[in-house]
């Protein structure tokens, strides 16, 4: 078995209080099958508040307070369930987010989702082409899939910077015989208004967006970390589509998405981590970008 992850992975860890956009503030939490077993087994205060603050319906998850926090989360923006079970006693989302994994065959890719501001960080502070890091358990040599090979002939155009990052994206759509999109400021802020929203703070940079002067790109796309963007945004979409018809929608998608993030770093250094926690991670908001890429 191949195990594949991105370079600046290992260097990633929670920076619990010091994260100013809590990922324990927000978002419904889901508890899995089995801590939920644990949790009905503890006794004292915990057991009982655990008890009290877990839904049973339509899956397990914690009830959040009235300001959209975790009922274990304290006023210093530390885990109380850490602190009292350690990591062990964690729910498998809590446990493992940002994590995410992709399964090919032989092989298994890991990531940090970039809706965390440390793991967005680490990604856009790097230096150079996004490297992924590989390593081998085992005699398992299964041939990679057509569409990683593909993604590899995709990493090599993204990585020569001595063209512009829109030569490079338009060069890997030809691959697939596809045009590279023409980005609109306006028209991108204006499409994703329309779409499912969580965070008023990405309304409000949207409509910032909608409102702004047209202003051209490709002077801040040629610092690195949006072909890093970029490479990244591939390395966690592409080769997991159904066929490759699926595969160059998610291209376009990455490559649109990119640039989307580049306008609105102008106005928010917080662009990339709301764009990933707005879009990436909702199925039907990245699947609707996706269409109306399309058409």
């Not at 503030?25 to 089995?34: Q, R, S």
């Not at 890091?133 to 899939?145: I, K, L, W, Y």
């Not at 966690?236 to 159904?242: G, S």
Request: charged share 30%; with cysteine; net charge negative.
């Amino acid at each position: 078995m191949l195990t594949v992850r991105p370079d600046f992975y290992d260097e990633f860890h929670c920076i619990a209080a010091a994260c100013r956009h809590n990922c324990c503030v927000g978002w419904e939490i889901d508890v899995d099958t089995e801590t939920l077993a644990y949790y009905r087994e503890l006794g004292g205060a915990l057991g009982a508040e655990l008890k009290r603050h877990i839904d049973p319906e339509p899956t397990p998850h914690f009830r959040l307070t009235e300001d959209e926090r975790c009922p274990f989360l304290n006023q210093e923006g530390l885990c109380r369930l850490i602190l009292a079970l350690g990591e062990d006693g964690l729910c498998d989302i809590c446990a493992l987010h940002p994590r995410f994994f992709n399964d090919y065959p032989g092989r298994t890719e890991m990531g940090l989702g970039l809706c965390c501001e440390e793991a967005a960080r680490l990604l856009t502070e790097g230096e150079g082409p996004l490297r992924l890091v590989a390593e081998r358990d085992g005699e398992d040599n299964a041939e990679p899939t057509p569409l990683l090979k593909l993604r590899e002939e995709i990493f090599t155009i993204l990585a020569d910077d001595m063209r512009s990052l829109t030569e490079r994206m338009a060069d890997a759509l030809a691959l697939m015989g596809l045009p590279l999109k023409a980005f609109d400021a306006k028209e991108a802020a204006r499409f994703f208004l329309t779409l499912e929203r969580m965070d008023e703070s990405w309304t409000a940079l949207l409509e910032t967006l909608a409102a702004a002067e047209t202003e051209e790109l490709g002077p801040r796309l040629s610092n690195w970390r949006y072909a890093r963007i970029a490479a990244y945004l591939v390395y966690r979409h592409f080769a997991a589509a159904e066929d490759e018809a699926e595969a160059g929608r998610r291209l376009q998608f990455c490559f649109y998405a990119v640039r989307l993030v580049c306008a609105l770093d102008k106005y928010s250094p917080d662009a990339l981590r709301l764009f990933s926690a707005e879009i990436e991670y909702s199925d039907e908001n990245v699947e609707k970008a996706c269409r109306w890429l399309w058409t």
